[in-house]
């Protein structure tokens, strides 16, 4: 009975083990790497999955090594995961998330310097939601939310240091008195704040330049 227990309790740690193994082998096949002759860099997952794709959508996918966007369509490998695009300094140049050949979360972009760019939030390919920019001194320029990758609502613009606003309803510029009289305005305002807030106060503790 003793030698019977010792015999599963190995077979199931060779098991664990080799289960263990593979996906870390997956993961690796899932990992690519473009690199340009200019010394710039991209770094990201793709997987091979089956979606249904929808024909107001842009999905980059990955083939004979080359990147591609395509919409309503893919034929390749669609990334998912993270992506991550170097400058020929190796500094970071672009960051964010990819879901199924969409882009999702927070995404970053870098001047060559290692200054923040910008940073905003995706949904499903969409910029949705709060966001700043940056000059290349780290200064941000401007800040605010947007829909449908349009401006919506207070936006706050920086320039030497006098802040100016701006108001706007998917787009279209509005006046400060149409703004104030939009409840959705007003109740979108302190979340839009409270995001923004979150992002400069990781400012400090940003990614730095990383050698791939």
């Not at 190995?10 to 200019?38: G, H, K, M, P, Y």
């Not at 905003?120 to 001194?137: C, K, L, T």
């Not at 829909?147 to 279209?172: A, I, P």
């Amino acid at each position: 009975m003793a030698t019977k227990r010792i015999f599963y309790i190995l077979l199931f740690l060779i098991i664990s083990t080799a289960s263990q193994a593979q996906v870390r082998e997956l993961a690796i096949f899932r990992r690519f790497t473009i690199a340009v002759e200019d010394g710039s860099k991209s770094i990201f997952y793709a997987d091979k999955i089956k979606i249904s794709p929808n024909s107001d959508k842009s999905y980059t996918w990955y083939e004979s090594n080359q990147l591609h966007t395509t919409m309503g369509g893919y034929a390749g490998k669609l990334l998912n995961g993270q992506f991550t695009q170097y400058f020929p300094n190796k500094n970071l140049s672009e960051q964010g998330l990819y879901v199924k050949g969409l882009k999702q979360g927070v995404w970053r972009k870098w001047y060559i310097n290692g200054n923040l760019k910008n940073e905003s939030e995706w949904m499903a390919n969409i910029e949705e939601g709060p966001f700043v920019r940056y000059d290349e001194q780290g200064n941000w320029i401007q800040r605010g939310y947007l829909k449908e990758g349009k401006l919506h609502g207070s936006v706050e613009n920086q320039d030497k240091g006098t802040v100016s606003y701006q108001y706007f309803d998917q787009g279209q510029e509005i006046t400060k008195e149409a703004y104030q009289n939009n409840n959705v305005f007003r109740k979108t305002g302190k979340l839009i704040g409270n995001q923004i807030n979150k992002w400069f106060r990781k400012k400090e503790n940003q990614p730095q330049a990383t050698t791939p």
